[in-house]
């Protein structure tokens, strides 16, 4: 009987180290709680009249070496990411700009749907300083898609493909010297949380690459929150 009882709490003692064993895991998956709020640029004209406007600048690398993730590159140095935050605060109501800054190289994507600018003012970026609608196809190094959803409220959708760095400038060691700046400026409508993701199949080594960064908070998907102005 002793034993059996003893038996029985050791079982319950594992099981409930197992379940907190799986909390801190959840809770590390999750994200990290580093926020990128947008920094205020005084107004934008806009076709939806002169709006508070406000800017935002982020970077997309081919590992997770660079200052963002620690010396050490985080849980996965080997992972493409952006960075430095992946989690972004933009208030409602208002003109975004957003800069991403792509060091990483790229491939095809596996819908054309994302090689278009969506979403954006006019529906174009500049590359580099030159105005553009879309990216080819198969130069594409990620994209920029913040998902709208369905909750009734004014849906906040837009998709901006980063082109790709060509592979003869990408360097074995270090990030390239010459990335390529995508320039967008998005919209507000309502507040509310939103998620982005990257829709190009950047997860290397996993089954149709949508795996590992793809799937990880932090690496290849955060957060967009619209929040009240
Ligand atoms: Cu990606």
Same mark, same amino acid.
């Given at each position: @009987? *002793?034993?059996?009882?003893?038996?029985?709490?050791?079982?319950?003692?594992?099981?409930?180290? *197992?379940?907190?064993?799986?909390?801190?895991?959840?809770?590390?998956?999750?994200?990290?709680?580093?926020?990128?709020?947008? $920094?205020?640029?005084?107004? #934008?004209?806009?076709? /939806?009249?002169?709006?508070?406007?406000?800017?935002?600048? #982020?970077?997309?690398?081919?590992?997770? @070496?660079?200052?963002? /993730?620690?010396?050490?590159?985080?849980?996965?140095?080997?992972?493409?990411?952006?960075?430095?935050?992946?989690?972004?605060?933009?208030?409602?109501?208002?003109?975004?700009?957003?800069?991403?800054?792509?060091?990483?190289?790229?491939?095809?994507?596996?819908?054309?749907?994302?090689?278009?600018?969506?979403?954006?003012?006019?529906?174009?970026?500049?590359? +580099?300083?030159?105005?553009?609608?879309?990216?080819?196809?198969?130069?594409?190094?990620?994209?920029?898609?913040?998902?709208?959803?369905? +909750?009734?409220?004014?849906?906040?959708?837009?998709?901006?493909? @980063? $082109?790709?760095?060509?592979?003869?400038? #990408?360097?074995?060691?270090?990030?390239?010297?010459?990335? +390529?700046?995508?320039?967008?400026?998005?919209?507000?409508?309502?507040?509310?949380?939103?998620?982005?993701?990257?829709?190009?199949?950047?997860?290397?080594?996993?089954?149709?690459? *949508?795996?590992?960064? @793809?799937?990880? #908070?932090?690496?290849?998907?955060?957060?967009?929150?619209?929040?009240?102005?």
């Amino acid at each position: @009987m *002793f034993k059996r009882l003893v038996g029985a709490i050791a079982t319950i003692a594992a099981g409930s180290l *197992f379940i907190a064993g799986v909390g801190i895991y959840v809770a590390s998956a999750k994200n990290d709680d580093r926020v990128l709020k947008a $920094r205020a640029d005084g107004t #934008m004209v806009t076709s /939806k009249g002169t709006l508070p406007h406000f800017t935002l600048e #982020m970077q997309v690398y081919p590992d997770s @070496m660079f200052g963002g /993730k620690g010396p050490d590159g985080g849980a996965h140095p080997d992972w493409v990411a952006y960075g430095d935050a992946t989690n972004f605060e933009v208030p409602a109501n208002s003109a975004i700009t957003i800069t991403v800054t792509n060091y990483d190289g790229g491939e095809s994507l596996n819908n054309d749907f994302f090689g278009k600018i969506r979403g954006t003012i006019d529906g174009t970026a500049t590359l +580099n300083g030159k105005t553009i609608t879309s990216v080819p196809a198969d130069a594409v190094g990620h994209t920029f898609t913040v998902h709208g959803m369905a +909750n009734g409220q004014d849906e906040l959708f837009f998709s901006v493909p @980063m $082109r790709a760095v060509p592979e003869e400038a #990408m360097p074995d060691e270090g990030y390239t010297k010459t990335p +390529n700046v995508t320039v967008f400026t998005v919209i507000t409508g309502d507040a509310g949380e939103y998620i982005w993701n990257c829709e190009y199949p950047c997860g290397d080594g996993t089954i149709a690459k *949508f795996g590992h960064a @793809m799937s990880t #908070m932090g690496y290849m998907s955060g957060h967009f929150n619209v929040v009240k102005a």
